[in-house]
């Protein structure tokens, strides 16, 4: 075994640095036509390591028609023998949760605590998704036409294209790969380029399960990949998380053929602390939505409104919490704060530091330090968690999603100032709202614009809850009792009148 780094090999002595990666395509490990390869680097390291294949639209084209292949045979495939399919997958998931957990935290530096729960809840999900998919049926109609009867069946969409981000790598992808799956569809997956190998095992998994060839096939590569996979004609629908810049580009690239698609894109939300609520545990549910996956998240509380009367306890609670955070090698258990998943990444939240300091009216409150200013550290991409006090509405700190451990800081007087606030973005992901007054929670949590409010709780997820965005951050859901929506149509059939 060849190790780059030598502290790596403290880290990761399971892994062989040098290791080449394969794509999987029509049920067999490739390699790019072209050959070509790139290296993942881990953040906390910063050291290079793996060989990953570099998909090219031949590849891509390649991947596609094996998936359209095994569609016919996969879309007849029983709901019950596509659930023995996925009980297995989910019990190799369990087996090899260690190995999934670490694969993520080398590859985007997030906290082993957090990875560590995100195999058992894939397979849950994959579960929940295969057992759900037992009760799909259509319907029987009586129509308007005499002697006429008419009923329906839902039948999967085709072939998928399962487009991931790199912030939670294999929990983001659960969300599409079960549901269209376990509904009859085959897929081709692309990874983000800086996750691309817990991916890789997580479809070697499903070929160890016994999924036929073809119907679930991994390319790996950056943008342009991504792009030659939404643009082959042998999509049917695109099911993509990321920036709310690429769902626009895709949304355009399939406009022409008008393929479905669903889109998981940006978010900006408002965690709102109202004078009545317990604070100490607004105060933990608003340092979560700031820290949790180090702020690389979707889902992030990264607009924090206070209710003037309690500014100053709240903040108190707030510095108090930041003071005690662990910022770390993401690998130890205690870590609650990695580094940034990318220099790109690292590049891009610090830059809002700059942005910070240019801005009239924008001061911070606590944190602000980055890299080897970080209390604690030696090297590596890390950003202190950091608040921002942000009163200008125009703050681009308060306005544009920063993904990183970064927050902005409003304060408001009246319920319904909270409610405008929460609503000025263009974002409509998630939301939430710390109070002790129930109709207060009903009353705001109707008017917040989001796609899911959280009342007293921040980043609760569950297979059976919906999860997806409004305005920009995106179109159609994720999970939930909906799921096969997205990924199955109705088709009717008519009988007309019999001859007696
Ligand atoms: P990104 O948009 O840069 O990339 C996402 C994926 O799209 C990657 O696999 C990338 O290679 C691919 N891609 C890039 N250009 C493409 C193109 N033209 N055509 C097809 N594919 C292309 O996003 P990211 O930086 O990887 O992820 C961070 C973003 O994801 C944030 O904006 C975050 O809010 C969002 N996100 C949303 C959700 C949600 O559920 N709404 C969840 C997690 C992350």
Redesign the pocket.
Known sequence: MTIANPRSAIRFPEFDYQQRYWMIIDGEQVQAADGQTYRCVDPFEDAEWGYVPVAGASDVDRAVRSARAAFPAWAKTSPFARLELFRRWAQLIREHSSELARLQVHENGKTISEMNMVPGALAQSAEFCANYALTLHGETVTPIMPGHTAWTERVPIGVVAA??????PLG?LQ?KLFGALASGNTVVV?????TPVSTIRLIELALEAGFPPGVVNVVT???????A???HPGIDK?A????????R??AQ?IAPRLIRAT?????KGANIVFEDADLDRAAEGVLTGIIAGTG?????GSRILIQSSVRDEVLARLENLMSQVVIGDPLEPTTQIGPLASRP?YKKVTGYFDIADGEEDTSLIVGGRCGTDVPGVTGGLFVEPSLYATPDRASRLRRE?I?GPVGSVIIFDTEDEAVEIANDTEFG?VGGLWTRDLDRARRVSRQIDTGVVWINTWRAFSPNVP???RKV??LGH?MGLDIFEEYTEPKAYWHGPDNS
């Open positions: 487009i991931a981000p790199w912030n939670n983001l969300w692309k990874p983000s380029e800086v590569g950056a943008g342009a990949t991504g792009a996979l939404v643009e695109v993509f998380t990321g920036s709310t810049a690429t769902g580009s895709i690239a889109l998981e894109l940006g978010g690389q998240a979707c889902n992030a990444q999603e993904f992901l999860f997806g965005g951050s995106g994720e």
